[in-house]
């Protein structure tokens, strides 16, 4: 079976999103900011992998483009607890940045193809 570069970064990245949250929560004492953080971030790997069970394109697109708009807002809440002092793991920032041009492209080159057929 091929491997899902995006379902696999996307999975990793919300491990490490729930690393956060228990530091944020149980070292930083941070507790709203911090589920913010855990909803959008882990949400981004959930509406991937229901994108690979799409029933159609239009389905696929749709999930696809639920996960971009949710690592969106993800990284506002990492610029937003880096800026505050919250945390400082750049290459956590650099992940979400990663998976926003991935997801942006999938449902960029996807819509693409839907309107060439």
Same mark, same amino acid.
């Given at each position: 079976m091929k491997e899902n570069?995006?379902?696999?970064?996307?999975?990793?990245?919300?491990?490490?999103t729930v690393k956060?949250?228990?530091?944020l929560i149980y070292k930083k004492k941070e507790y709203v900011l911090s589920k913010q953080l855990l909803?959008?971030?882990t949400s981004i790997g959930a509406n991937v992998e229901e994108a690979t069970a799409a029933q159609?394109?239009?389905d696929f697109i749709s999930k696809?483009?639920?996960?971009? !708009?949710?690592?969106?807002? *993800?990284l %506002?809440?990492? !610029?937003?607890?880096t800026? *505050?002092? %919250?945390?400082?793991?750049?290459?956590?920032?650099?992940?979400c940045e990663e998976l926003v041009r991935i997801l942006t492209s999938i449902v960029?080159?996807?819509?693409?193809?839907k309107n060439e057929n």
């Open positions: 570069v995006v379902k696999n970064k996307s999975f990793d990245f919300a491990v490490e956060i949250y228990k530091h909803r959008s971030g159609s394109r239009r696809m483009s639920i996960a971009s !708009k949710e690592c969106r807002e *993800t %506002y809440w990492i !610029k937003l607890l800026k *505050t002092n %919250y945390i400082k793991n750049r290459k956590y920032k650099n992940k960029k080159t996807t819509s693409e193809r």
